[in-house]
């Protein structure tokens, strides 16, 4: 387009320049804008509105599900993504869906599926969709792997995949971990390959025993939510192949574009951006700053003191001559006391103002603390008095 443009430039007045320039500048955008719709023998398709060159070691992970950067897309982009193929049976309804449609989308590949269908990676190749890995069997473990379990599982895919294609440059270094499930170790090592990691931004549920109505609805319920981002999706299930139709149809009807994702090369440069282009929640002058700012240093030493404030610096205003001529008199300092006036004293406190009442010896106060803490004698009842005995009554016996 830009060779284009400037052809146009060559008029031999300033005039016919400048609308020389106007209309290249017109013709270009249209042709542009065309562009996405230009599918032969579908001129109503989606179609692909651009391309977006990535570097994966200034963005080694991307994916709003899982990391804090994701790609840089604009409102009502979309990325489309697939993961687990190649699949003959449904792989290949794929790639003719995104073909009738002029779509290009990323491809993950298993290295076993590579080996057991070269031929589908090849077709990935061709159609000039982006071709990245998915480990080499797709274990559901990554999470927990160490460094040496981690490693041939990514190798392995990179060169199994490497092998399918007639053009080992062809593959791109970008990698996604199955289910999701990263670890440090996963991590880590693709970031020493110089791989990129991608997670999503939303998911379609695809991998789930579900319709494919229901793969439609969860896809586009979830891009309305966010309002761009990358889908991820299966190329190895029927239900896919038939929500896919019926998805980039709702694409097309709300006016969302599709973006073709590539790494940059020496010969193709990453796509300029700014750093908080690929923030997933960008900075703005409603989110609170985290830290205060820097107080400069004073030199107090140099600073400038002022003078003692006098009444007159503050003015008299409205008061009546009488009552002025009372404020101007200095209200400070005091007067100094007269020499000789001294202050009346204080009679000295009695000695036995302080004094305590006598305290007596520890003995004492334990005995006493005894007696009140042991329980009182019991009283003894008296016993009745014998009855007296008469002497009569005994002479009758």
Known sequence: MRDRRWACVGRPTWLAVLLGTVACFASSVGSSAASAA???????????????????????RIGAMQYKETLPLKDHEVVITFDDGPLPKYSNQVLQILADQCVKATF????????????????????????????????????????????????????????ALTDPSALSPFFRVPGLLRGDAVESYAASLGLQV???????????????????????????????GILLLHDIHARTATALPKILAELKAKNYRIVHVVAATPDRPATPTEPEDWLVHRPSDE????????????DLAGADTGARARLDDFGILNVPAAVARVAQKPAW?????????????????????FAWPPVAPLSAQRRQL???????????????????VRLASLRRR
């Open 38 to 60: 230009d599918c032969p023998g579908h001129p109503n398709a989606l179609g692909t509105s651009r391309v977006l060159v990535v570097d994966p070691r200034e963005h080694p």
């Open 198 to 228: 991608w997670s999503a931004d939303f998911l379609a549920d695809d991998w789930r025993n579900i319709s494919g109505a229901k793969v439609y609805e969860l896809a586009m319920k979830r891009l309305e939510a966010r309002g761009k």
């Open 370 to 388: 005894a007696r009140l803490e042991s329980p009182a004698p019991k009283a003894v009842a008296a016993k009745p008095a014998p009855r007296p």
């Open 108 to 163: 993950f590949t298993i290295g076993r599926q590579a080996k057991a269908d070269p031929e589908g990676v090849r077709k990935l190749a061709a159609a000039g969709h982006t071709i990245g890995t998915h480990s080499q069997n797709h274990p559901l473990s990554f999470n927990k792997m160490t460094l040496d379990q981690v490693k041939p599982e990514v190798d392995q895919g990179i060169a199994w995949t490497t092998a």
């Open 333 to 353: 300092p005091r007067p100094p006391l007269a020499r000789g006036l001294a202050a009346p004293a204080l009679a000295a406190p009695a000695s036995d103002l």
């Open 287 to 298: 989110t609170p700053v985290a830290h205060w700012p820097k107080i400069a240093p004073v």
